[in-house]
């Protein structure tokens, strides 16, 4: 059977990204919110969880880039020797 993948609109790309990062989301909001209702020194958590995701989601598009750019080079190993003799002795056998 052939599933063809349904086009996703925009706001259904959004959703499923906040989805996936609920947590970096709440490690940074959630210091906002304690910020401005009791003391600004929560902010600076908020500054640290979001520098920190922020070079994390570096790393990560880095070795994406990396992997998508090492596909190319790669190169197709020879054939093995111990094959190749077998081919050939199989083929001067039924030659005899």
Do not use: Y
């Amino acid at each position: 059977m052939n599933v063809s993948r349904e086009q996703r609109t925009r706001l259904q790309l959004v959703i499923e990204w906040v989805v996936w990062h609920f947590g970096e989301l709440a490690g940074v909001a959630g210091p906002l919110v304690l910020a401005a209702v009791f003391t600004p020194w929560f902010a600076l958590v908020s500054a640290v969880v979001a520098a920190g995701w922020a070079v994390h989601e570096v790393r990560d598009h880095r070795e994406h880039a990396r992997l998508r750019a090492g596909t190319g080079d790669r190169k197709q190993l020879p054939a093995s020797p111990a094959t190749d003799e077998t081919t050939n002795q199989e083929s001067q056998e039924g030659a005899r």
